[in-house]
């Protein structure tokens, strides 16, 4: 094993690459060697602004160890670590791929023990949000702690599939829920011929996409972006229409949407009649989203928030309350996932999902372990460049 381990430290404004002398491996822990890590716009959101997605203060300590988008081989196991961790697959043994939860949870304080809202626990830690070392992916090595919840991916999973579950999770989670709550304002309950939009075909945006396609292959999904190669993949990835922010206006999109809706087989419910359910997975811009989002749902439609993810980043709205009332609209946020969404999605991946519909097909950039490549890796995602980018930390 090596002395020294590189990593990235990562500060507002400032990454930089740092060296840990490599500790010894507990009993109760596994070492696992990084194959590949992303870059997340929550990272990207951090880097520019200092706010760290903690779910009760949104504050971190810096310098911040990055990376919570990560795939990974067992290097060494503690010889008590099979009987310290979560194991939801069959063990995995040195030399086995493997996902494990970001989520490192108390198991102590009434969130996690009384009421099952693990992502709420007052006591837990965040693999790639934390400021201890070999806790971040931006690494070489990660320790993984007693108490992590831990899969074995199947051997089809090359890293680049493994490297975007955790994105893929959090589309799965906020489709999850945008479905039940549409069988509860459906006298019928069938999403799978309804009609959908999604804002933002980033990572996130067309994870949310392959998991509607996935859950409801009939249902129509209209994706919004500013970029052509995004919607690119959307289309590639199941969208049956996209419409391009910067060749529409809002009310050409508002109109565009409705005449959709409009023209389904639908009982005849009015002029206000639009869209079953809206996500948004932009993570900025709100001013000009949560508005024509409201505006184009139909009365009891569902509109999801799922792209701001870090506070001061993805700006303010103002919208008349009786939009919500009048059409007793559904608008709820996606704060990260429970345990249940990732044993499914890593299900589905297990089982070739990722085959059928190329997720994984997103990464458009490979990024070196080097300040200068992360950081240009993150500006280039603010300014939407690519779809993902991805780091190789054994990439010379």
């Given at each position: ?49 200092g ?39 069959e ?20 969130w996690e023990?009384?009421?099952?809202w ?9 693999y ?7 806790h ?66 980033g990572?996130?945006?067309n ?60 009982p ?6 639009g ?44 919208i ?10 559904f ?9 249940s ?18 997720y ?37």
């Amino acid at each position: 094993m090596p002395e020294k381990v590189k990593m990235a430290g990562t500060w507002p404004g400032k990454v930089e690459i740092l060296e840990h002398s490599m500790p010894t491996l507990k009993d109760d822990q596994i070492l696992v060697r990084v194959e590949l890590t992303g870059i997340c716009g929550t990272d990207a959101h951090v880097f520019e602004k200092g706010f760290g997605p903690h779910r009760i203060s949104g504050k971190v300590g810096y310098p911040l160890y990055l990376g919570h988008e990560y795939v990974g081989v067992v290097e060494k196991k503690g010889k008590e670590a099979d009987k310290k961790m979560f194991y939801h697959t069959e063990v995995p043994q040195e030399g086995d791929r493997i996902w494990w939860g970001v989520d490192h949870y108390c198991y102590v304080c009434d969130w996690e023990t009384m009421y099952g809202w693990q992502q709420w626990c007052l006591g837990a830690f965040f693999y790639g949000f934390d400021e201890v070392p070999f806790h971040g992916a931006w690494s070489r090595y990660v320790i993984i702690e007693p108490g992590t919840h831990i899969w074995k991916l199947a051997k089809h999973i090359t890293p680049e599939k493994g490297v975007v579950v955790e994105p893929y999770i959090v589309g799965l989670r906020a489709v999850d829920k945008v479905l039940t709550l549409l069988s509860i304002s459906e006298k019928e309950a069938n999403p799978d011929a309804d009609l959908f939009v999604i804002y933002g075909a980033g990572a996130i945006g067309n994870a949310a996409l392959t998991a509607l396609k996935t859950s409801a292959p009939n249902s129509i999904a209209i994706v919004v972006d500013p970029n052509k190669h995004r919607l690119e993949m959307a289309k590639k990835l199941g969208a049956d229409y996209v419409l391009n922010v910067k060749e529409t206006t809002k009310e050409e999109r508002i109109k565009f949407v409705k005449e959709i809706a409009t023209s389904m087989d639908r009982p005849r419910l009015g002029d206000r009649w639009g869209v079953d359910a809206v996500i948004d997975c932009t993570g900025k811009n709100a001013d000009v989203v949560i508005p024509e989002a409201i505006e184009i749902l139909r009365p009891m439609g569902v509109l999801d928030e799922v792209g701001a993810f870090t506070a001061f980043t993805a700006g303010k709205f103002t919208i008349d309350p009786h939009e919500i009332c009048a059409r007793e609209l559904f608008f709820v946020g996606s704060w990260a996932y429970p345990l249940s969404t990732c044993d499914k999605a890593i299900k589905q991946v297990n089982k070739g999902l990722f085959d059928k519909k190329p997720y994984y097909e997103i990464i458009t950039h490979r990024r070196r372990l080097l300040a200068e490549d992360i950081t240009d890796g993150i500006k280039s995602l603010l300014a939407g460049v690519g779809i993902k980018h991805v780091i190789d930390p054994w990439k010379e």
